[in-house]
């Protein structure tokens, strides 16, 4: 494996994470709160940083060095994005640390706070500033503004950016990281826009709009968004995450004025579809505790689209619903959100791949000369992405399972320990029982919080580029 | 630009490389998934999967977007019928690989009806670059700039030559000869020497100046060899056939030797002057019937490397003066240090030059001095590039020695009213002249780039 050009990226990383903790920082100057606990990050992550650009980026940098790359640097963001809240005193122990800062990077949202009203200003900035960050990854941050001359990033690309199936928008790489960042930037500013009509103030408009653009559901309110008590916030927000969890293809198609194309999307429809579908469902289902059809689509719209979109705010308890409103959601966490988009879980476009494929099979068994394809979006799916999202699958589940198995080691009942994974693993955030919206994952052992962040790793990057980061043959010399 | 090109075969694969390097934005169209992904994985381009002719492929390519488009998939009417959709689409320019010689004869014609920029036939420019090399047996390559009496000739110093531990301001007092040397080749090493560059046997140097003196410059050097005049070329296949017409038109007499009866009763009929000979290559009783020893060169250009390679060994060592290997898979070439290594002829890279050398005519109005040509030497890494110089590029008017030019820019030639001369530390270039630009490693795209950055 080329480690110098592995190295010169990392160092890259580390220098665009000292520059992003800027704004946090400024955010603290200009409450008056001391700007130390970022300070001495920044220095430390200057000095990480200088030390490993000095390392020559040449070579070629293949699958493996991305693999590595994208891998690497999610762990050492985190690591280094959680020493704010240790300096500040906010979360003195650093796993604690740790967990919430991988659960604001990958998008996810568990917090192991009870109360986050008492934070420092500065330090519920970054905290919430983790989300937009992550939402699109900071690679593709990296290829949107360094000048990258190596054709070979597109394998960073496809590590970072979720889907079964990565493709440019332009033929540059650079263009495409540009493009995609100008609609999420876009997307948030709009999105802050419009709760500031709703009466929030600034800055939590701010920091809203970007746990939200990231998919990720931190919040500044210990009642997460029931604390505006505002429909129009509540349905601005929930209408934002139903547009971050669609491919940005769909926006640069848009862009383009491209309508037909976006209206004959297949998982955008299927999206808006199961949205629809299960919004009336859970609103029928909690009607009557709701206090009408009307109060319960209210609070089922939000609650689809937190769990779908999965970012993880909440308006409601939905784990005192009725239980086929719970498994409902419990199912949704699942899906995810669109190919391509900020949002987490096993992303739509497999789930549908997979849903055809076992059809295909099926059909096979009956006729087994038939001769046939799986089309998805209008055209025919290579043999090796059925493949890989068949493995995908597979491997999703797997650890899932087995870190459950992990967290059961702590005496919490099945229904927590099953969600508390599933939710880590899908980016959601909230899960059920002792870990649904009104609870959180302070109570897990500090081995449970290490697992959990590694399955929350696991989840952003859709597990491979994790999986081969701990794989013995990457540290191996050869 | 925005740069299409369908098919990611070799010639589509090495011309994107290529226009990557430079700075355009190129997308590729290919049937087959598996080149494409290579390419994908290997360039910084976006690919579509499809025919090239496919209206829907071209349409999702955004074909009406393109600067240009070329076609060099292997298929004549596929490059023809997409270049011509292309063009109604909205690209630019057009440019098709066009290899089928029935179409050749009347290509001007075809190339007016079908509005291409450019056709170019990969036998026709692999033939014209052999025949260059037969002409001027002394060198491994020679180029020729449009409308400039300079070549560009690229040789080996030979052992016992008078011009070692020569240094090269000393040149031309010693030897008379007015050249001017742009590139050394010294082993693995490239040196774009300075005046006080003493030359050493064995060296590869790329040498400019007319032709007279380039002669005067070779003979000095021992290395000087007279125009082939009996050439043996293995193998009938249609860059053979062109081969044929151009050295037969400078009174050279031809032997095609061809295995299949068939083809050779064919090249029979459209070719008057040559000896076509019915007998298989790689029987050397046979080649020695046919009189391959009295030649004074050999030609290879069967379909296949490991043939062209070890018959081109043979005829080196009956002795034949200039032999020119055709190798179509060139990434061993490096392999086969030794003589005719020197005169491998790959003519897909061929065909990538020339294209690459057209695309960045296209490209380069910047400061109204109009790219006219350019050329890769010394194995892409010498670049030559020839410009007409506009009347508001800043290095123009003023004198040479007043310029602070960039390191390693070379100006070997300027052409001014017909004439060619090596400029010197009192020439200005005036609007309309022609100046060549020799750069290692990295081309130019406008005459102004010559100049160091304040």
Redesign the interface.
């Known amino acids: 494996m080329n480690k110098r050009i592995v190295g010169n990226i990392l160092g890259k990383v580390l220098l665009i994470e000292a520059a992003l903790m800027l704004l946090p920082l400024t955010c603290s100057a200009l409450y008056g709160e001391s700007v130390l606990p970022f300070l001495w990050p920044m220095l430390m992550l200057c000095a990480a940083g200088l030390l490993l650009t000095r390392l020559k980026a040449d070579g070629d940098l293949y699958?493996r060095e991305g693999f590595v790359c994208v891998g690497a640097s999610w762990v050492l963001m985190s690591a280094f994005g959680s020493l704010p809240f240790v300096f500040s005193g906010d979360i003195p122990n650093w796993i604690e640390a740790f967990f919430e800062t991988v659960s604001g990077f990958t998008t996810t949202g568990a917090t192991i706070l009870p109360a986050v009203e008492g934070l420092h200003r500065g330090v519920m900035f970054w905290r919430l500033f983790t989300h937009w960050i992550g939402g699109m990854g900071v690679l593709v941050f990296i290829m949107a503004v360094l000048p990258t001359s190596?054709?070979?990033?597109?394998?960073i690309m496809r590590a970072e950016v979720p889907g079964p199936t990565v493709?440019?928008l332009?033929?540059?790489?650079?263009?495409t990281a540009r493009i995609l960042y100008l609609i999420y930037i876009a997307l948030t500013l709009l999105e802050m826009v419009l709760l500031l009509f709703g009466g929030m103030s600034f800055y939590e408009a701010l920091l809203h709009a970007f746990a939200t653009a990231g998919t990720g559901g931190f919040s500044t309110r210990n009642a997460s968004i029931a604390a505006f008590d505002s429909v129009y916030i509540e349905m601005v927000i929930a209408v934002f995450m139903m547009i971050f969890g669609v491919n940005f293809n769909v926006y640069f198609l848009l862009l383009l004025g491209q309508v037909r194309s976006v209206a004959k999307s297949e998982e955008l429809r299927t999206y808006l579809g199961i949205v629809a579908a299960s919004t009336l469902l859970i609103a029928a289902n909690i009607a009557s505790r709701a206090g009408g059809f009307g109060q319960g689509l209210r609070y089922a719209f939000f609650q689809v689209n937190t769990i779908m979109s999965t970012t993880g705010f909440g308006t409601a308890d939905f784990d005192a619903w009725p239980e086929f409103s719970r498994f409902l959601l419990f199912l949704l966490m699942f899906v995810g959100g669109c190919a391509g988009s900020t949002a987490g879980g096993m992303k739509l476009s497999r789930v549908l791949i997979l849903l055809k494929s076992w059809a295909f099979e099926l059909k096979k068994l009956v006729l087994p000369s038939r001769v046939r394809r799986i089309w998805f979006e209008s055209r025919p799916v290579?043999d090796e992405t059925v493949k890989s999202v068949h493995v995908f699958f597979a491997a999703y589940m797997m650890v899932l399972l087995l870190c459950g198995l992990v967290l059961s080691l702590d005496g919490m009942d099945f229904t927590t320990n099953l969600t508390a994974s599933l939710a880590c693993i899908s980016n959601v955030g909230p899960g059920l029982s002792a870990v649904g919206p009104a609870g959180n994952y302070a109570m897990f052992s500090p081995l449970s919080k290490l697992v959990l962040s590694l399955e929350m790793l696991l989840g952003r990057l859709e597990i491979f580029p994790m999986m081969y980061l701990f794989s013995p043959k990457v540290w191996m010399r050869r | 630009m925005?740069i299409i090109i369908a098919g990611a075969g070799k010639v589509g694969y090495a011309v994107a490389k290529q226009l990557?390097a430079e700075g355009h934005?190129?997308?590729i169209i290919d049937a087959d998934?598996a080149l494409l992904d290579a390419a994908?994985?290997?360039?910084?381009?976006?690919g579509y999967c499809g025919n090239s002719v496919n209206l829907s492929v071209l349409e999702e390519a955004e074909v009406r977007n393109a600067d240009i488009f070329i076609a060099a998939t292997s298929a004549d009417e596929i490059n023809l019928v997409s270049c011509l959709f292309a063009k109604k689409l909205g690209a630019r320019h057009t440019m098709a690989r066009i290899r089928n010689p029935e179409y050749m004869d009347r290509i001007d014609t075809m190339r007016e009806l079908m509005d291409l920029s450019l056709a170019l036939n990969p036998d026709q420019v692999a033939a014209e670059e052999i025949s260059r090399v037969l002409q001027f047996p002394t060198a491994t390559r020679v180029e020729v700039f449009p409308d400039c009496e300079f070549e560009i000739v690229t040789a080996r110093i030979p052992p016992d030559s008078r011009l070692h531990n020569v240094t090269l301001s000393e040149l031309e007092r010693k030897f008379g000869s007015r050249v001017l040397v742009c590139a050394v080749e010294r082993g693995a090493e490239l040196i774009i020497p300075k005046g006080d560059f003493v030359l050493k046997t064995g060296d590869m140097v790329t040498v400019t100046g007319t032709p007279h003196n380039l002669r005067r410059f070779f003979t000095s050097a021992g290395a000087y060899r007279k125009p082939v005049r009996n050439v043996t070329v293995l193998g009938g296949s249609r860059t053979a056939v062109y081969l044929t017409r151009l050295l037969e038109n400078t009174g050279v007499d031809v032997t095609i030797i061809e295995k299949n009866p068939e083809r050779a009763k064919y090249l029979s009929e459209i070719l008057r002057c040559a000896d076509i000979v019915c007998v298989d290559g790689t029987d050397t009783s046979a080649l020695q019937e046919t009189g391959l020893a009295r030649a004074d060169g050999f030609v290879a250009l069967t379909n296949y490397d490991e043939d062209n390679i070890i018959i081109s060994m043979y005829a080196d060592k009956l002795g034949v003066e200039k032999v020119v290997c055709k190798i179509n898979n060139e990434r061993f070439t490096h392999l086969l240090e030794g003589t005719f290594r020197d005169t491998a002829v790959s003519p897909k890279e061929l065909m990538a030059q020339r294209i690459v050398g057209y695309v960045r005519a296209m490209s380069s109005t910047a400061g109204d001095s109009t790219m006219q040509a350019l050329f890769y030497l010394a194995d892409g890494r010498v670049v030559a590039t020839e410009f007409l110089a506009g009347a508001s590029a800043r290095c123009v008017g003023k004198e040479l020695r007043a310029l602070r030019l960039q390191p390693g820019v070379l100006l070997p030639s300027v052409t001014r009213g017909g004439k060619s001369f090596i400029p010197d530390g009192r020439t200005a270039i005036q609007p309309g002249d022609k100046v060549v630009v020799i750069t290692t490693n990295r081309a130019i795209r406008a005459l102004d780039e010559i100049l160091a950055e304040d």
């Not at chain 1, 332009?170 to 263009?175: G, L, S, V």
């Not at chain 2, 994908?40 to 976006?46: G, K």
């Open positions: 699958a190596g054709a070979h990033y597109m394998h493709g440019k332009a033929p540059r790489i650079r263009k290579e | 925005n990557v934005d190129v997308t998934r994908m994985n290997a360039m910084d381009v976006i």
